[in-house]
């Protein structure tokens, strides 16, 4: 079965750094990879999407890598705010029309002033 | 915006009774989804549909069952709840190849 494990439970970092945090799978690869931002109470929101022929994609301070030969996603926010604490999920889709993901248990961020 | 809205933010019912979950999309998305997220767990997968009338078992669908009769609207049935369905429940959609919209959860508690 697939297995996706991000690297820690919880991340705190100071405002102003930059957060990285690690997605990683086993078993299959997928088509895609995909990054989830969910706030307490609230349903995970969508961030960015990265297919297995890209390396890297950006949206304003978000920067995702994908490297299929490590097995390995990393997410990056730059210049990080303490209204970016929250919790983040990746997915792994393996491209079926049934459009199922395979959801990692998620790191919580806490961006401290 | 693609909305997803479930007909519930807070729910409570007792042991045994029939309970329904009601999910709808406005933007004609094929593919639809149940979770359940409970503290520890992540997000677990009850069933989900890519058509309407079709529907598939995802990992914990054991006490469960589903219904999708139009494309914008799929229904989660807990048959007869009990305590340990006591959870948020998350509906979501999404088209063939793009990320889930989330509906705002419902949080169920059985008493």
């Known amino acids: 079965s697939q297995k996706i494990e991000q690297n820690s439970e919880a991340l705190n970092i100071q405002e102003g750094k930059t957060a990285t945090l690690t997605c990683n799978y086993t078993?299959?690869?997928?088509?895609?990879l995909q990054w989830y931002r969910q706030d307490p109470g609230r349903g995970p929101v969508f961030l960015l999407l990265?297919?297995?022929?890209?390396k890297e994609k950006r949206k304003e301070r978000l920067k995702v890598t994908f490297d299929t030969t490590l097995k390995q996603s990393l997410f990056h926010i730059t210049a990080s705010q303490p209204a970016d604490s929250a919790t983040y999920l990746c997915?792994?889709?393996?491209?079926?029309?049934?459009?199922?993901?395979?959801f990692g248990r998620g790191t919580q961020l806490t961006v401290w002033p | 915006d693609v909305k997803v809205t479930q007909s519930s933010r807070y729910l409570v019912k007792r042991t045994g009774e029939k309970v329904f979950l009601e999910c709808v999309q406005d933007?004609?998305?094929?593919?639809m989804f149940w979770y359940r997220q409970d503290p520890g767990l992540g997000l677990r997968l009850i069933y989900f549909?890519?058509?309407?009338?079709?529907?598939e078992k995802g990992d914990i669908p054991e006490g469960y069952s589903v219904s999708r009769e139009k494309k914008e609207r799929f229904s989660l049935i807990l048959e007869s709840a009990s305590t340990n369905q006591t959870s948020m429940y998350l509906c979501?959609?999404?088209?063939?190849?793009?990320?889930?919209?989330f509906g705002s959860g419902t949080r169920l508690t059985v008493v």
């Open positions: 078993n299959y690869s997928p088509a895609y």
């Open positions: 990265i297919r297995e022929n890209e």
């Open positions: 933007m004609d998305h094929e593919n």
């Open positions: 549909s890519y058509d309407v009338k079709m529907k």
């Open positions: 979501a959609s999404r088209p063939r190849t793009d990320g889930y919209t």
């Open positions: 997915a792994l889709d393996r491209g079926s029309t049934l459009g199922r993901l395979y």
